[in-house]
């Protein structure tokens, strides 16, 4: 499996980015998809998932604000996230989120995102 992340970068509170994650290696449109992130000195936590179908779930501190979206016939799993604010600063991670590999989520490299106050 591999995960490529991009779309990340440095913005001001208020601002907008979106997240892309190409995925290969896997059967795309039967997975969960999940975006994580992880901000220096803190665990990484779940941010939003979609099922193959389109059903998602958040967050309750992105709820509102960030909406996750899929493209089967891409793989590829969006991020968008609206409304930034400054503890949204985090390295961004996609995962199926149902897979595994030596007990832990496969991951990609990550897209840093700063969100300036």
């Known amino acids: 499996v591999q995960l490529v992340e991009s779309g990340g970068g440095f913005v001001q509170a208020g601002g907008s980015l979106r997240l892309s994650c190409e995925v290969s290696g896997l059967i795309f449109s039967i997975n969960v998809m999940a975006w994580y992130r992880q901000a220096p000195g803190r665990q990484r936590e779940l941010v939003a998932d979609?099922?193959?179908?389109?059903?998602?779930n958040y967050a309750d501190f992105v709820r509102g604000r960030f909406t996750i979206s899929r493209d089967n016939a891409k793989n590829t799993v969006y991020l968008q996230m609206d409304s930034l604010k400054p503890e949204d600063t985090a390295v961004y991670y996609c995962?199926?989120?149902?897979?595994?590999?030596?007990?832990?989520?496969?991951w990609g490299q990550g897209t840093q995102v700063t969100v300036s106050s």
């Open positions: 979609i099922t193959g179908r389109g059903k998602t």
């Open positions: 995962t199926p989120a149902g897979l595994r590999v030596d007990g832990g989520h496969y």
